[in-house]
């Protein structure tokens, strides 16, 4: 188990913690076994086309607090994605029933003369007037390879004007260069959170933690119906919630590649249990992460109970899709966690899942728990997945392989990855809502939507006539692993 530490400034990056790679090809069952016999290793590309930046996933947690200010550390260009998480953040509010307001984003705009003479003084004086100009309940500041190289001491700037402005002024580090894994921002963002933001608890509450990214509210029904009330966090929560998630009763993670660290640190520090299971995708999914919600809650019997009513009113209408939907083949392309779900999911509805590219792998999560491996449980519950690879966001691999499957349809999480499957005549699902397919009725959403996208298939056909590609005819002939070298075994195995 990753012990976690908040007496420090910084969190590990992944690699280091968890040993988690973003380069592998070859069957799920291997990369499984090689996990969980804890030699598994980083596969390095001689080229890569680009890959996410964990400062961008600290930031899209960070921003979307209500009542908090995020300033970050950077040079301007570092703020080209402010305005998609503003929009996020405004359509969020708006599903809520919150008043619109924009979120309150800011940049010290370091530049050339600051990496030289250092930019404090100019982090201070924004921190300051951002303070004057919205009156946060507290401000966080994300750090940028920028800010990291030139060794700004962030940490002492942030515990100065605590003191000074009476709020939290929280640092974050999280420097795109010293991580591969983009989801390092994620624990580096819930890091400044349990470290600064949340309080030893008052007293136990009947709330229930629910870490996702800004999806739709599923929990509140059946929470409520076992005597507990849902609590959303860390996205559209107040700095106030945040102060108190330490008195929960439990913490479900709505994707365990979101929320791994910061379930552990509850669990570890305050003693919230978490919810040690896969994600409820797909039946079997959705029974064992009940039956653990019950188990945690001491809801057993209820949960029995539900489980019972569900299955006799889902599985025939599920029966009816897997009849339209025999013989279909489907490729997936996401996050680690979610994709695999992504992938019992399509198991459950009878698609046969021709591959998938995941953006990263972690072979153990901050629990320490083999139990909540969601790959782990799709191989054994739907069997092997053969052209698996591990590629963080590699367009021209994707390109490669779509080229040479073609699936009847592909799954995507994000939008980045859509056209190349709609450039080639793939008619392509993207689906931005995490909790869309979670649990029970989320397998009908999802067969639903999966049945208009094959029954709509004209507008990729025609693209397809119309489109060019930026690859090569060369390309497209060669191993779409071909960039990709070492063995993912540490040793032989």
């Not at 080229?47 to 950077?74: E, K, P, R, T, Y």
């Not at 624990?187 to 600064?196: C, E, G, L, N, P």
Request: overall charge negative.
């Amino acid at each position: 188990m990753s012990k976690v530490n908040i007496e420090v400034s910084e969190v590990q990056v992944r690699e280091v913690r968890l040993g988690s790679i973003t380069g592998f090809e070859g069957t799920a069952s291997e990369l499984v076994r090689c996990s969980h016999s804890g030699k598994i290793k980083e596969c390095t590309r001689s080229f890569s086309q680009c890959m996410g930046c964990s400062s961008g996933n600290a930031f899209c947690q960070l921003s979307m607090i209500q009542d908090a200010a995020v300033v970050n550390h950077a040079p301007i260009g570092c703020s080209n994605d402010f305005f998609s998480f503003n929009f996020t953040y405004r359509v969020g509010q708006m599903e809520r029933n919150l008043p619109p307001t924009n979120g309150r984003y800011f940049s010290t705009d370091i530049r050339e003369e600051d990496t030289i003479f250092g930019a404090t003084k100019k982090l201070e004086d924004t921190v300051r007037e951002v303070f004057n100009r919205v009156h946060p309940n507290a401000i966080f500041i994300t750090t940028s390879c920028a800010s990291g190289i030139i060794g700004d001491d962030v940490e002492k700037v942030a515990d100065d004007l605590t003191e000074e402005l009476g709020i939290p002024i929280v640092a974050c580090f999280c420097e795109g260069f010293k991580s591969r894994i983009w989801t390092t921002g994620f624990d580096s963002a819930y890091h400044s959170i349990v470290r600064k933001i949340v309080k030893p608890p008052r007293k136990k509450t009947n709330k229930v933690n629910i870490i996702n990214f800004w999806g739709s509210h599923i929990f509140d029904d059946l929470l409520e119906k076992l005597g507990y009330e849902a609590n959303y966090i860390v996205p559209f929560s107040t700095v106030k919630e945040l102060e108190h998630i330490s008195e929960a009763s439990a913490t479900i993670q709505i994707c365990p590649t979101l929320g791994t660290y910061l379930g552990a640190a509850l669990e570890q520090i305050y003693d919230v249990p978490e919810i040690k299971s896969p994600p409820a995708y797909g039946i079997s999914g959705t029974d064992a992460w009940l039956r653990e919600l019950g188990r945690v809650l001491d809801r057993e019997k209820e949960i029995e109970e539900y489980i019972e009513n569900a299955h006799k009113n889902i599985v025939p209408k599920i029966e009816k899709y897997r009849e339209k939907l025999e013989g279909k083949t489907a490729y997936v392309t996401a996050g680690a966690a979610h994709g695999h779900a992504l992938i019992a999911l399509l198991r459950e509805l009878g698609l046969n899942v021709q591959g998938a590219a995941i953006f990263h792998h972690d072979p153990v999560y901050d629990n320490g728990s083999f139990v909540s491996d969601v790959l782990a449980h799709v191989v054994k519950t739907y069997g092997d997945i053969k052209n698996y690879n591990v590629c963080n966001k590699q367009a021209y691999e994707l390109v490669n392989i779509l080229n040479r499957v073609r699936p009847d349809i592909m799954i995507a999480r994000h939008g980045g990855m859509t056209l190349w499957g709609a450039k080639l005549g793939i008619p392509t699902l993207l689906i931005g809502d995490e909790q869309f397919s979670f649990g029970y009725e989320g397998i009908l959403r999802y067969a639903e939507r999966i049945l208009e996208t094959l029954d709509n298939k004209e507008f990729v056909t025609n693209l397809a006539k119309h489109s060019t590609m930026p690859y090569t005819k060369w390309w497209l002939q060669q191993d779409p692993f071909s960039f990709l070298g070492g063995d993912v075994y540490a040793e032989t195995y």
